[in-house]
């Protein structure tokens, strides 16, 4: 498997950590009376999956996009991001006839 799928895996893991520990978070703290929703209703546990899924594409993309744009290649040198020197253009005056 190339590294770089491997890399993305394992944030997207990472963010499927952080999705558990939230959803776990807004059900023990009974936030919005959710844990009284989830627990009272046949629908509760499609509700938590769905919280899941969800929080997993939220945190996990947000995990991925964030160890991608804080990558740094081997080849980076530390001018890099600086802008050459541009000749300066005079500008020509230019009659228009008529």
Not at 50 to 73: A, E, N, P, W
């Amino acid at each position: 498997m190339p590294a770089f799928i491997r890399l993305i895996l394992k944030h997207a893991a990472f963010g499927f950590g952080i999705s558990v520990g939230f959803t776990a978070m807004i059900l023990y703290f009974n936030i919005g009376n959710l844990w009284h929703l989830v627990t009272n209703t046949a629908d509760g546990p499609i509700a938590v999956i769905m919280l899941l899924v969800f929080g997993t594409i939220t945190f996990g993309s947000v995990q991925i996009g964030y160890v991608i744009m804080t990558m740094k290649d081997a080849d980076d040198d530390p001018e890099s991001g600086k802008r050459d020197n541009v000749a300066v253009i005079d500008a020509v005056p230019v009659r228009a006839g008529r």
